[in-house]
């Protein structure tokens, strides 16, 4: 911005539009943890099911799967009649014990543990009624199995990304089963971690909507940002500082198509201000602005 002088008047000059495109790749993650326990055994029952349920808000329209992570807290014993309460000590048959992941709605299911996948009888959690947390990725560098569960973030025997380009809403069911009777799975809870990307057209728009200004005198900036989709965007956060000159300032926001600001007024520069954008949507600042009439400010 400059200065002209014309009749021994400031004059400032600014720009009368800036314009700029961003395309962005947003990851998003989600957990849903399910920890109603369960005795998986053939003389209570087996196999048994858990279910998270993922909600359609908790992702952006359109977005799809592009990475899952399941976690299951767990443990073998030696009980009387599948009952995990009724610890006997004894050897517990850890090539019993059978993971399945499914997305029901999808028709689309991987076997994380099939029977057969650990081995020996020593009961995986350090104490009686302890568990153990095993996390199922597919980025891990060591595949689960070969003797005695342990702690710790192992690939699934069959992979987790059967399930990449899935849409996330809906239910997700674990299935456990334990192949004989007598030594139950005892199943504490699983947590499962979603992830998927938005993709998003997002540009910024600024005008002052005149060439001059007369120092002492009052201008509008109006800000707009939008989005060309093709996915809804979330919690976009928006800053602008006034420039030099300006004294005192208030603004407004307003959507439409959809477009939601998480504050709808203030006062100084706008910083972190959230705002939610669908595919097609914007949102519009307008900053009403008082210039000073001292040069120095300049």
Not at 38 to 49: E, L, M
Not at 71 to 87: A, L, M, Q
Not at 259 to 268: E, T
Request: with cysteine; proline share 7%.
């Amino acid at each position: 911005m400059s200065f002209q002088t014309w009749n021994n008047k400031f004059f400032l000059c600014l720009a009368l539009m800036f314009i700029a495109p961003y395309s962005l790749s947003a990851p998003i993650t989600q957990n849903y943890t399910n920890s109603t326990p369960a005795n998986v055994d053939p003389r209570q029952t087996s196999p048994v099911d858990r279910t998270v349920t993922v909600p359609a808000a908790d992702f952006p329209n359109g977005v799809t799967v592009d990475n899952v992570i399941i976690s299951i807290d767990f443990d073998k014993r030696d009980r009387n009649n599948g009952v995990c309460t009724n610890y006997n000590g004894g050897f517990v048959f850890n090539d019993e014990i059978y993971f399945e992941l499914s997305k029901p709605s999808e028709g689309i299911s991987t076997v994380l543990v099939p029977f057969n996948t650990y081995s020996g009888g020593v009961h995986p959690a350090p104490t009686p009624d302890g568990y153990i947390t095993v996390v199922f990725d597919d980025a891990a560098a060591t595949t689960v199995g070969g003797g005695t569960p342990v702690a710790g973030t192992f690939a699934p025997v069959n992979p987790l990304s059967v399930f990449d380009g899935v849409d996330p809403a809906g239910d997700w069911t674990l299935t456990m089963a334990d192949s004989a009777g007598q030594d139950p799975l005892c199943f504490s809870s699983f947590t499962l971690a979603l992830e998927a990307s938005a993709q998003v057209d997002i540009s910024v728009t600024k005008t002052d909507l005149s060439a001059s200004y007369v120092p002492g005198s009052d201008a509008t900036y109006i800000i707009t940002v939008s989005n060309s989709g093709p996915d809804d965007a979330f919690n976009l956060a928006v800053n602008d500082t006034l420039p030099d000159g300006v004294i005192s300032a208030t603004w407004t926001c307003s959507g439409s198509g959809g477009g939601l600001c998480g504050v709808s007024n203030g006062v100084g520069n706008i910083t972190g201000v959230n705002v939610d954008i669908p595919s097609g949507g914007a949102v519009q600042f307008a900053v009403d602005v008082t210039f000073s009439t001292n040069p120095a400010d300049y």
